[in-house]
Structure formats: structure tokens, C-alpha cells
């Protein structure tokens, strides 16, 4: 295992402008060096706040010509300042495809449709690489070798992966509804797996213990306040990808609201910066039925999150007790968003209906998204000229297993059963074409009333 304090880097500081750490609920204030992740006054955890017209100086004078293409492309808005720390780790995280949708478009009435594809992120195939990296490269600037985290599924193999690249010790706690293949993937990874009997609320509550007996630095517990900030960078990225204009609309996942209420400091930043004009964007979020204390707050016009029992096959959205809820309510309130619930079989119904229009194959959160997405289109809650952005957040052949299983024929492997087949495929899909072209779906997410 390689030092922490990579002797082959030379520290020098970042672009940074971060101020340093402040509670948004009783305003308390610290350096960035402080080391407590929750505000010790009222129990909140802290943010990160930055000299927005330092920064606005810095982007007038360097440009985005020579920026790196990852997270790491508007450094003066992240709050790593050990620029050897952040070297090491989220090189190619983030600045994934922002995919055209036109087929999914036309399936769903809306012709300026968006994927923003996290999907293929590296090294994970998940958003978290962007949170994770930061997290990681945190710990580094800190002098630690070991990391932990609690995780329904993609944290714990972002986790793995860049504790493997940094050359650290990894610990991944994984409640009892345990994604098999991300579990295996982290071994597969070098880091230490434990399973936890008890759902995520619960192994959360108990990691945040075993951070204290143990001096064990969580990704997502100690150190959240600079895991959360990598979150942003997605909304960063989609402004830039759209020619610095932002979208009327961002639809994703929430589970535990860091990526949904990242987004929403994300586009206020690059207004404060000047980048970019984004008070228009309205942002909405999808929940599973089986777990949706978020969005059921927000559609009853409610002000406070009621913690549910999770019981979706949507494992990373399986959260029933969202710490960043009350921020996720604000956001999409205060940008005139909404948010929308559906069943598990919509859910993988959702994802079948962006792999089958865009060749794009995502979990469960990204089908609770699309699933969300056509339901909101169908409302009429977007304009059909509108610029729509739906967010992909994780790669769905780390999912397959819970994918529902669909029987396919078995032939004699001879040219006429083998014919016989292909004229059955051939058949069903000229009568689909045919439904479709007078005007009935094909597709198989459900609709509420």
C-alpha cells in the first residue's frame, strides 16, 4: 500500500475559493479545516461556502480552454486545496455524455430531450464517482489511509475503486437488502465488505458509531460536507454541454437528496459566477412508491420529511430517512419543480424504455427517473419545445439480477426452428410498429390517473 502522502506529488494549492464551512440552519461558521461534519450546536451538516466574485475574477482570467475535462473542470468551486490530493483521484470522473434523446423524445411528445448519462463514469459506472472522489481526495488531503462507507449499493463500489487508485484501505458496510454484484465488485476491489443486519437507516445510524469508537473517516458520514460538493458538478457540466444555457428542466432519482439538492447549489453558483443565467431551471425529483418520503412531502405541500420503511426493489433508493430531505424540498420548490412516484413495475419498465429508444441500459434509479419523466411529460408539465435534462445516475448491468426475468424461445439449432423464431420476432414486431403508428404506446410504464 503506497503512502498517502504520495511523495512523488509536489503540494501546491488549488484554485480553490472556498471559505470554509457553514450551517445553513443556525449559520454557525468554521475554516475549512475544521474537522466536524455535523454542526455541533443544532446537529445539521455543515456546507461549504466559497468567495463567489474571487472566483468570478479567476474565470474571467483563465477560461475553460485549458480545464481538465472531469470534476475537476471548475476547481475554484470545490473545496479541496492540496492540489496533489486532488491529482490523485477523480481524473476521469464526471463530464459523461450529455446524450440528444430523439427517440425517447418522440416516444414521450418532448423534442429537446436530454440524457445526462452517469452511467458511464469512471471508475464506478455511477454518479458517486464525482461524491466519492471528492470524499476521497479529502481523506488524502487529511494524511489518512482508510475509508469507510455505508452504501445501498454504487457508493460502496466508487469507494472501492479510488481507495484501490489511491492506494488506500477501503471498509464497505451494506445493509441486509445487499445488491449481490456490487458487493462482489467490491471485493473484486480490494476492500473489506461487511454486511449489516438492518435496512440502510439503520446501518447508517450504526456507521455513524463506528466512526466515532473507531476513528474510521466515512465517505459519506465524516466526511460529507465535501463528499456532497462533488454532487454539483453535474449541474455544472449540463449548463456547459448546453452552450452555457440552462435547461428549462432537470428530472432525477432521490434517495437521500445529496445529488437532487446539489444540483440546485450547482446552478446557483454558476449564476453567482456569472457563467451562467439558470433561475428558470425548474428541477423535479422520482421516487419509488415503495420508498417516497421526499416526494410525498413535497406533493402534499408538506414541510417535513416522515420516515417510511422501505419496501422497493429499487435497492440505492431504499433510503426511508433522507438526511438532505429538508434541502430537496427547497430546492424543488423554490425553482417551481414537482416530483412524482411509481411502482416497481413502471420502474423496470422505465428502464426498458431507455434502453429499447437509446441503447442506454440503467438501474432502477435511472428507470424510476424515466418512469417519473414520461408521467410528468404526459401531464403536460413540460412544453414540448422545451429543453428536458433526465439524469442517468448508474449502470444497469450491475443491476441485472433484479431485473425482472422474460422467458425467450428455445430453438433446435437448425436453419428451420431457427426461422420459425426469427419469423415470430418478425411478426410481433411489425404489429407493434403498427399500434405505435395509430397511435397506441408499445411501451409498458404505467400510468396513474
Known sequence: MTSAQDQTETRTQTRSCVTGLVCRACNVRHPQSHREAFCEQCGKCYDLDYDYARAKDLFKEIGMGSRPASIWRLEELLPILDSSAAARVGKYAGFTPLIKADRLGAELGLRRLYVKDDSTSRPSLSYKDRVVSMAVARL?????????????????????????????????????????????????????????????????????????????????????????????????????????????????????????????????????????????????????????????????????????????????????????????????????????????????????????????????????????????????????????VAMITGNGLKTLDDHPRKEWPLAECEPEAMLSVLEEFRHAAAAGHEASSNGVSTQHVGMRA
Not at 430531505?325 to 430546492?331: N, Q, T, Y
Not at 434509479?365 to 412544453?383: H, N, P, Q, S, Y
Open 140 to 388: 488524502l488531503e487529511l494524511g489518512r489511509e482508510e475509508i469507510g462507507c455505508v452504501s445501498t449499493g454504487n457508493v460502496g463500489t466508487a469507494v472501492a475503486a479510488l481507495a484501490a487508485k489511491a492506494g488506500i484501505e477501503a471498509y464497505v458496510f451494506y445493509p441486509n437488502r445487499l445488491e449481490m454484484t456490487k458487493a462482489r465488485a467490491c471485493r473484486a476491489l480490494g476492500a473489506k465488505v461487511c454486511q449489516v443486519e438492518g435496512n440502510y437507516d439503520e446501518a447508517n445510524r450504526r456507521c455513524r458509531e463506528v466512526a466515532k469508537l473507531s476513528g474510521l473517516e466515512f465517505a459519506n458520514i465524516t466526511l460529507r460536507p465535501f463528499y456532497a460538493e462533488g454532487a454539483k458538478t453535474v449541474a455544472y457540466e449540463i449548463v456547459e454541454q448546453l452552450g452555457w444555457q440552462a435547461p428549462e428542466h432537470i428530472v432525477t432519482a432521490v434517495a437521500g437528496g445529496t445529488l437532487s439538492s446539489r444540483i440546485h447549489k450547482g446552478l446557483e453558483e454558476l449564476e453567482l459566477v456569472g457563467l451562467a443565467e439558470t433561475g428558470h431551471t425548474k428541477l423535479h425529483v422520482a421516487q419509488p412508491n415503495g420508498c417516497a418520503p421526499i416526494a410525498d412531502a413535497i406533493l402534499q405541500h408538506d414541510t417535513k420529511i416522515h420516515p417510511c420503511e422501505p419496501t422497493t426493489k429499487a435497492h440505492s433508493l431504499a433510503i426511508g430517512k433522507p438526511g438532505d430531505g429538508g434541502l430537496v424540498i427547497d430546492a424543488v420548490e423554490g425553482r417551481g419543480g414537482t416530483a412524482g412516484m411509481v411502482s416497481d413495475e413502471q420502474i423496470f419498465a422505465g428502464i426498458d424504455l431507455l434502453a429499447s429508444t437509446e441503447g442506454v441500459l440503467t438501474e432502477p434509479a435511472g428507470g424510476t427517473t424515466i418512469a417519473v419523466l414520461k408521467e410528468l411529460a404526459a401531464a403536460g408539465r413540460f412544453d414540448p419545445d422545451e429543453v428536458v
